[in-house]
């Protein structure tokens, strides 16, 4: 009985999702995309649904999943504690087909806007520091913080000083996140890349 006990707790712990989906992720271009081929899947096997049906019904599942996951936990939060037994992970649920990255850019006195930075691409200023893992979480993160402004501001005021010091030529530097659509293959976006969160800094003089 015990150990039954103990497998079936690991069996409901080790369940995936143990966050809820928010109505802000759920339409998220990417998710709205994959919510649209389950619609459209149901409709064509003779089960007209909607988008927003399918986004109702998940949401609402979720929750009540959720619930019923925590009833069964909440008893053996100190056990799993004590034993370090806990198995939370997470999975992707779905392809990114709009990534964000970060672009800088530079002006010289009088000129144009130069790209400078650009990942995987021969616009490679900075490249040994701004390709490192840990930054690249921090700005892909960006969208889903309270005031992404803030966060890629703190960006720009670490990157440009080095900039002009490696560009005497520059006297404006301008970062951004980038966000692009990512078509499958054999197709085309209809969507315009979006410039978000610009930020300009200048050259003390």
Do not use: C
């Amino acid at each position: 009985m015990l150990l039954a006990m103990v497998i079936f707790i690991g069996f409901v712990d080790a369940l995936p999702l143990n966050t809820a989906p928010s109505r802000f992720n759920l339409r998220e271009p990417a998710v709205h995309d994959e919510l649209q081929r389950v619609a459209d899947g149901l409709t064509a096997l003779g089960r007209p649904t909607s988008v927003e049906e399918v986004e109702e019904r998940i949401f609402v599942d979720a929750r009540r999943y959720l619930t019923a996951r925590s009833f069964f936990l909440k008893p053996f939060k100190g056990l799993r504690r004590f034993t370090g037994t806990g198995q939370a992970w997470g999975f992707f649920g779905y392809p990114e087909t709009y990534p964000y990255w970060i672009v800088v850019e530079g002006k010289v006195d009088g000129g144009e806007w130069e790209m400078l930075y650009v990942p995987r691409s021969e616009h490679d200023l900075l490249r040994s520091k701004l390709r490192y893992r840990r930054l690249q979480f921090m700005f892909v993160d960006v969208p889903r913080r309270r005031k992404p402004g803030r966060i890629v501001g703190r960006l720009a005021n670490r990157i440009a000083p080095e900039v002009f010091g490696a560009r005497p030529d520059i006297v404006s530097v301008r970062v951004y996140i980038h966000r692009e659509h990512t078509p499958r293959p054999g197709q085309e976006s209809n969507r315009k890349p979006k410039k978000r969160w610009v930020q300009v800094r200048h050259r003390d003089r």
